[in-house]
Each structure stands twice: as C-alpha cells, then as structure tokens.
C-alpha cells in the first residue's frame, strides 16, 4: 500500500466522514495496484507465442480471466472514485433515487453505496442497477 504525502483535500472532508473517505482512499489504491499487475498480467500473456494448441487455449483462458477481473475491478474504482466525490460535494449519504440518509451501518458495510438498502433492492429488481454496482 502506498504511504505517499498527505491527501491535501482531506481538509475538505467533514469530519464524519472521515473514516470512510480514508477507508475509500485506501481501497482505490488497492484497486489501482491490482489493476497495474492484472494489465501487466494481459501484456505477458499478448506477448506469449505459444506454438502447441493446448497451451494457446489456456492462454486464451487466462487473457479472459483477466479482462474480467480487470473490467470488474474497473467498475469498482468508478464506485469508489465516485464516492470521494460525494464526499468532497457533500452529497454522501444521501441516497441518489430517494434522497433519504442511508444508514450508518449500510455506509460502514458498503461504503460506496449510492442508494438506502430498500431502493437498490428495488432497482435490483427492475434490472436498473446490478449488485455489484451498490
């Protein structure tokens, strides 16, 4: 994990927030060293010329593998980017569908959440939003 300077738009979080903007802070860097080895993990995997089928296969597998995981991890960053910047707006908590306060708990559990447990359930249900997306 890196242990650069100091956020200097940590000043601009209030400070019951605070724990999750670091929390959240912490995650996309994970995610962002985690995308660096997945994208390096693609170009060795680019690089391989394999002659044998079989190996190729597994080759054509793990690329798959990867760009999954790469596209998953991607989506998250854009959540938890995009959380930072309700913190920073002050619009976090705030459920975007109903504008009802989400919960404590909810916040601590799932950080990013953009919606109260009951409207995402909702959304979910009508094919809006996908669990991952929280």
Not at 5 to 13: A, G, K, L, Y
Not at 55 to 68: C, I, K, M, Y
Not at 118 to 124: N, Q, S
């Amino acid at each position: 994990m890196k242990t650069s300077n100091p956020d200097p738009t940590s000043s601009r979080v209030p400070a019951h927030w605070s724990w999750h903007y670091h929390w959240l802070q912490t995650l996309r860097d994970r995610l962002l060293e985690n995308r660096g080895a997945q994208i390096a993990e693609l170009a060795k995997a680019a690089e391989s010329n394999r002659v044998d089928m079989d190996d190729g296969g597994e080759d054509e597998v793990d690329h798959d593998t990867a760009l999954s995981i790469l596209s998953h991890e991607q989506d998250a960053l854009y959540e938890v980017d995009a959380a930072i910047r309700r913190i920073l707006a002050g619009s976090y908590g705030i459920c975007e569908e109903s504008g009802n306060a989400i919960p404590a708990a909810r916040l601590r559990a799932v950080p990013w959440t953009r919606y109260t447990q009951e409207v995402e359930k909702c959304l979910e249900q009508a094919g809006v939003v996908s669990h991952a997306r929280s």
